[in-house]
């Protein structure tokens, strides 16, 4: 059996930690114009969207839960972390969830409508891993992926020790090895932000 590929050390492993984040998250009741302007743009991407059935992953704990549930009946969230997912399950009763390494999903082929993955990708560090997580939200998906990214603009870039944004044409190129094609890109907040939310559809 294949191990996890480990991108960064788990961040979450006491249930503590996952209430702060989702708390965070939330913007503790009172969500700031930045995460206002985020979850605008996954809206828009999600109108490019249609179907009865989504996975989320990593789901965390639920921070686009309200959004999806405006466009899918059926929803299932992903996580890694134990933790995470405990507080998301506490969110709603009606959630399904389960423990799984996004890089070997346990799920068959096409066994949903989309996938989104909100706020990982721009965690990866290389071509091979964005490559092979697209790749393994692609063979779980009937129709399309959408993902989180951070994309370099004129005005704007981003270095970190965790997260770094990438040229548009690294973006493409993952998603082009994964056997997909992008529909549409929605910037966060215009191009003094790195932040995009990605449309993608199967070839």
Known sequence: MNQP?????ERYRAREQA????????GNGRPGISQR??????????AATA????????????RIDELLRERFD?????????????????????????????FHLPFDDASFDWVICHRYFHHLKNEADRAAVL????????????????????????????RTSISR?????AVDAAGMRIRSMHRCAGPFSVKTIVVCTRQ
């Open 5 to 9: 590929i480990k991108t960064r050390p």
């Open 19 to 26: 209430l702060a984040y989702h708390a965070s998250a939330h």
């Open 37 to 46: 302007l985020e979850l605008a743009a996954v809206r828009r991407a999600l």
């Open 51 to 62: 179907g009865d059935t989504v996975l989320d992953v990593p789901c965390g704990t639920g």
């Open 74 to 102: 059926e929803i299932v969230g992903a996580d890694s972390s134990v933790p995470m997912l405990s507080v998301y399950n506490d969110g709603n009763v009606s959630r399904r969830s389960c423990c799984a390494d996004i």
């Open 135 to 162: 790749a393994s939200l692609r063979r779980v998906c009937r129709q399309g992926v959408v993902f989180y990214a951070w994309l370099n603009t004129t005005f704007a870039r981003r270095r970190g020790s965790m």
């Open 169 to 173: 044409g690294r973006v493409e190129a």
